[in-house]
């Protein structure tokens, strides 16, 4: 009866969250809609120089397509990931990814039920989450929930648009918008990361006091107040790693994240149906069971 409960009230969102942690680094914004991410009367603006480096970051990415990301997250006390992956942002958003649980509660919580690896795949009308086996147990042997993006808006408060939006627009684009947005950044010199000579920008970003309204209210349902943030850009003006510290309402979240490899060509295969079953299913199973 404790896994059950703890599968019907705590698990199955956090696997989305979980997954959610590591899309961080790589998501949240619509690739295809490069422009100004701030109004015209922004108190604000970073140097001309820098602008324009960002917003030829901003474009180079976009036309990528495509790249493999390895990232590390923690989440407070509550979860901390190491993530594996690559990700598809010409099209549709399509990505694989191999998420480690490597500490906190809910890794804690996830060993006890089996599963101390999943995989994300991500294609363009839902989300998949693989479980292990003991958790699939309690699922009738099958070893994929299958979350659609529209069953999200169900979810408390905006939270649900803010995880739509994560999963369905996987360009690494927002650092670059947010430094632009904040006009609070710098260039700060050139470095060597991951045997690549590249260019390091750092700034801070203040929730509030963003005048990008669509962009303040979207972090403002996840929760976040504010951000520092640190990008290092290759020759091609394409990220190559990417530090971020956000304050959330619910702690401190820290992320490193490694790109590499863009352009890459990627196919996802969907989960055999026999072997998934919908998020939305499992949670009315939970709500009838006593």
Request: charged share 25%; with cysteine.
């Amino acid at each position: 009866m404790r896994d059950r409960l703890v599968v019907g009230r705590g698990v199955l969102p956090w696997l989305l969250t979980a997954a959610l942690a590591a899309l961080a680094g790589c998501t949240a914004d619509r690739a295809g809609d490069a422009g100004p991410t701030q109004s015209d009367d922004a108190p604000h603006r970073p140097d001309a120089r820098t602008a324009a480096a960002l917003r030829a970051v901003e474009t180079a990415t976009v036309r990528a397509g495509s790249a493999r990301i390895t990232s590390a997250t923690v989440m407070g006390a509550m979860l901390s990931t190491r993530t594996e992956g690559t990700l598809d942002w010409a099209g549709d958003s399509t990505g694989t990814l191999r998420i480690t649980y490597t500490g906190g509660e809910l890794a804690t919580t996830m060993r006890r039920l089996g599963t101390t690896t999943m995989e994300a795949r991500l294609l363009p009308d839902a989300y998949y989450a693989q479980v292990g086996t003991r958790f699939a147990r309690q699922m009738g042997g099958r070893h994929w929930i299958r979350y659609d993006y529209e069953d999200l808006d169900a979810l408390p408060g905006d939270s649900g648009r803010y995880l739509k939006d994560q999963l369905r627009n996987t360009a690494p684009i927002p650092p670059v918008r947010l430094l632009l947005a904040s006009g609070n950044v710098r260039a700060a010199g050139e470095e060597t990361v991951d045997g690549v000579r590249t260019r390091h920008y750092s700034g801070t970003v203040e929730v509030a006091a963003l005048t990008d309204r669509a962009l303040r209210e979207q972090l403002t349902a996840a929760g976040v107040t504010g951000e520092t943030l640190d990008i290092w850009v290759d020759d091609r003006d394409l990220l190559v790693k990417k530090v971020e510290e956000a304050r959330m309402s619910t702690g401190l979240m820290t992320q490193t994240a490694h790109y590499r490899d863009y352009g890459v060509r990627l196919s996802v295969r969907r989960p055999p149906a026999a072997d998934t079953r919908d998020f939305e299913d499992l949670v009315k199973q939970q709500s009838s069971t006593p």
